[in-house]
Each structure stands twice: as C-alpha cells, then as structure tokens.
C-alpha cells in the first residue's frame, strides 16, 4: 500500500504571523472609566478604595485634590456613573446588567460628613498676592486651591454674599442651602480674605496689576442669550435666569399669583430651561410646554420634568410671536428637520422655506433658557494677556465639575511657572469623632461601606489568569517582573477579544479592545 505524501514543515509555525490579520487589537489599561469621564479628573477609584475601609477622612482628602466641594455635587449629571463597567456587567444570577456604582450619592454624603470640619491649611509661604475675581464656583476653586499652596488670596465679588450661580439660580431643592453655606464656611476657615460688595471694572483691574497683584478672573456666563425671533411681543420673553434669581432671592411668592393656572413655554434644551421648567410647574403654572430645537440636558432631568407633567416639543423653535389683543402669546414653528450645523439665527430663515407646521396657541408666560455667555468686552485685549481667565467665563457654560477642573488647572499652571511646583503639599483635619456628626449611623456605617464595595477596582490586575488561560493563540504573555502582569504578543494575536471578554467576566477589566491602525 503506497502512503499518501505528508507535508513535513522545516519551521515552526512561528513564521505564520497571524496578528496580521486582526483589525481589533487588546490594549492592557490600568484606567478606571469612571476617572476617566469625571469633569473634574478625580481620582474616584482611589478614595473609593479608601471609602471601603472606612477610612472617610483619607477618602475626603483625596477628594479635595481635584474638587474642593464634594458637597456640591448633588447637581453634577454625574458622568462617571454613566460609565461605570459595574453597569456593564452582566449578573448570571439575576439575569440582567447590576446598577452602577453609586459614585455622586458616596462623593456627596463624604462631602456632607466632613461639612462642620475645619480643614487646617499650611502656612503661606510666598510673597506673591492674588486677586480673585468674582465669588462664584470656579473663583472659589482657584482661592482655595492657591490658598492651599501657600498664596495670600483676596476674592473680589460684585454681590453681598458668595456662591454665584449656585446661589442665585439653582433651585433649592437641587441644591439644599445648608451645603453651599458649608462650603462657603470652608473658604472662610481656610484663611481667604473676601471684598463683597465690590465690582471690579477695567481701572481696577490695571491697579490691582500695578500693586503687583496677580489677577484670576472668574466672572462667570451669567448673560442669557436672547432669541432671535419676530413679533410685537418679542420683548415681553423673560429670562429664565431672571425668572430663577427672583425665586432664589424670597421673592417666589410674587409668581404665585401671576403662575397659578397659567399656560407656559420654556425655550431651550438644556439643565437650565428644565429647572425653569420645574419652577413654573411647582408655582402653579396649569400647563408648562419645553419648546427645544436639542435636548442637552441630561436624560435623568428630562424625566423628571416628565414626570412632574412638563411636555416636551422637541425639534421646535420660536419663530414669530404675535399678540391676540389680550396680551397673550401666539404662533411658534415646530421644525422637522435641521442640518447638523446650524446658528439660531437661521431657525427664522428656516423656518420661512420649509413646510413645517404652526402651531397658534394662547400663552400667558414665555421664559427664554437657550443658554448664558459671558461678556469680557469690558477688560480690552491688552489687559487680558495680563490676567488669567478661569472657570465659564473663559470656556463658556459648562458642568460645574467642568468650571471647578479648569480653575484647578490654573492654579496648577500658575504656581508651576512660579516656583517650578506641580503639586500641593499635605492637609490636614481637624479632629473630630465621625460618629458624632453622622446624622444616619445605619446609612454611613453600613448603607455606604456596602456601595463602595460594589466598585471592581477597574483597571486593576487581579490576577484570575483568565487571559493566558483562554487565549486561542497563546498570545498573552506572563510578565510578573513589572506591571502590567501580562502582555500580548501582537504577532499573533488575531484580536478575537477572548481575553477582554474573560477579564471582564472576572470584574478586573484591565484589557480593552481598540481598532489596529495598519
């Protein structure tokens, strides 16, 4: 019998490269994504760890390194959640995705146990003064943050009181008055020296430069944008900045009246216009309608509004209002398309050639919230290379986490270019038995510890092996000298995900998969 002809390879099948043929490629990352997509670049897996060994006092000093006012956050969308892979991980046992790890209710109840607690700062070590100017988040950031490294600061702010925007627009039962009144104490403890009542124009800012002042300024957006619409009845629109600062100020009771069984349109998509929204509703307004071209605000606040019985137009702008000779409102356009890239100046344009439908409606109340900008007309360029602009009134309306990053990262800059320091030193707590200010002992002591220990510490090793066990091509690599533990071996990897799979089965996710640029 004559044996078939067996090929005999003279090589290992080494020389067969089949990472070649792959298109996505595994990347270990030691990144946890809740850091990640935090505005204020916390380091959250960090304290979390810290949280679970109840070490509060540790986890609310790593906090105060990227965001001063933890107490504060009950009004951050929190991102950060949005993305946590606890999420994303699938519960063979229940047989759905888990809950995200509750990141803003941990950060706020750490915030609000160390409200009454003096934070100790270093002694002022240079000679440099600084001028902050304006009161608001972003300017009571940098003042806390350049205080911390050791500046003498001053806070300049227009109004009698601190606090800016959260003061006097964000709604009460947002953001509980008892927190900001805490940090605003912070700031006071810490040594900040604060003119109230003083706005500061072009000539005061050229002498505080010449008394050697170093000037951050932090004015913030609080200009609302007006619409551009037609109509004799145009300038009646108020807004809704306006509309929030009155309620804020005790002066609520004044719309109970004028609201009470009132039909109400709301311009604008975004965290304002709902909380106008909200305030319209909660003042006695029958009905409340949220005419937006995009909804910016985030999905938890649409339904909300949605649920205290705010309707939504979406895709729908002002276009004409005309007066029905009681004084009311009437006519707006309901767009059905829009480019991608468009001015709100051209939705009258728009709205004139295409078809779309009018709707004639009779309306006691128009509140405009198509957003704030901020006006630095006023400082002239020459004077503007000479101060450093911080917080929204340099970026634009932003997430107050966003505000208080970018006044951090200022301070940062400012003492690296100084004194050649990137980095501030140690703090210190007054002590104080944590017990004696827990108002809910079960929820501190049992409730949050529990949270905390949901978190997978994303991005860290744990070891499972999982990915040297399950690679079909025997590509991930032992390597215990350093971290990472493991490495691929992109030669032959084809990018099947196997190992980015099993890691995240595992809960470590410390491998993702990305497209290979070839």
């Known amino acids: 019998m004559k044996l078939p002809i067996i090929p005999i390879a003279k090589k290992t099948s080494l020389v067969n490269k089949t990472g070649l043929w792959s298109y996505l490629k595994p990347e270990m990352t030691g990144d946890a994504p809740c850091g990640k997509f935090c505005p204020a670049g916390e380091n959250i897996r960090g304290w979390i760890n810290l949280f679970k060994s109840r ?22 969308p929190h991102p950060c959640q949005d993305h946590c892979n606890m999420a994303q991980r699938y519960n063979y046992i229940l047989s759905e995705n888990e809950k995200p790890v509750a990141i803003n209710e941990l950060e706020t109840s750490i915030g609000k146990m160390f409200l009454d607690c003096r934070v100790t700062m270093p002694p002022l070590r ?96 609080q200009k609302s944008r007006k619409i551009f619409c037609e109509g004799n009845l145009a300038p009646k629109i ?51 309608i949220l005419s937006a071209v995009k909804i910016t605000a985030h999905q938890r606040e649409v339904k909300l509004a949605e649920g205290q019985g705010v309707k939504f137009f979406h895709n729908a702008y002002l276009r004409s209002w005309t007066d029905d000779l009681n004084g009311k409102f009437k006519d707006w356009a309901v767009f059905s398309e829009l480019p991608e890239k468009f001015d709100f100046r051209q939705l009258d344009e728009l709205g004139r050639e295409s078809k779309n439908f009018i709707f004639t409606e009779n309306v006691d109340f128009v509140f405009a919230a198509i957003g704030e900008t901020s ?54 707590l007054e002590k104080k038995d944590q017990k004696s200010f827990m108002m809910d002992q079960e929820f501190y002591e049992n409730y949050l510890p529990a949270e905390a220990n949901r978190c997978l510490n994303c991005g860290v090793c744990i070891d499972c092996r999982q990915c040297l066990l399950f690679c079909p091509d025997s590509s991930v690599i032992a390597s215990r000298d350093q971290p990472p533990r493991y490495a691929i071996n992109y030669d032959y990897c084809k990018g099947c995900g196997i190992c980015a799979e099993r890691c995240r089965a595992h809960g470590s996710f410390c491998i993702k998969m990305v497209e290979e640029v070839k």
């Open 375 to 428: 006006d630095l007309s006023w400082i002239g360029e020459e004077l503007a290379k000479k101060i450093m602009v911080i917080g929204n009134a340099g970026t634009g309306p932003s997430l107050l986490a966003r505000a208080l990053a970018d006044a951090r990262e200022a301070v940062l800059k400012f003492h690296k270019e100084r004194h050649s320091e990137s980095a501030f030193g140690p703090l210190e």
């Open 55 to 76: 070490d509060f006092a540790g986890a609310y000093l790593e906090i105060l390194k990227f965001n001063p006012f933890p107490e504060l956050m009950p009004i951050c």
């Open 126 to 221: 240079f000679s440099e003064k600084i001028a902050v100017v304006g009161g608001g988040p972003a300017g009571l950031c940098a003042a806390f943050y350049l205080r911390w490294a050791g500046y003498e600061v001053t806070i300049f702010e227009k109004s009698s009181a601190l606090g800016g925007m959260l003061r006097e627009c964000v709604p009460k039962d947002r953001l509980p008055r008892e927190f900001l009144r805490g940090s605003l104490k912070k700031i006071n403890q810490a040594g900040i020296n604060f003119c109230l009542n003083s706005e500061i124009v072009s000539k005061d800012l050229e002498s505080l430069i010449k008394r050697n002042f170093a000037v951050f300024l932090a004015a913030g957006a």
């Open 238 to 288: 108020i807004a809704g900045l306006s509309f929030l600062k009155e309620i804020n100020e005790g002066f609520g009771f004044l719309w109970l009246k004028k609201l009470k069984g009132a039909k109400v349109i709301v311009v604008g998509g975004g965290d304002t216009s709902i909380d106008v929204a909200l305030e319209a509703k909660r003042l006695g307004a029958k009905e409340v």
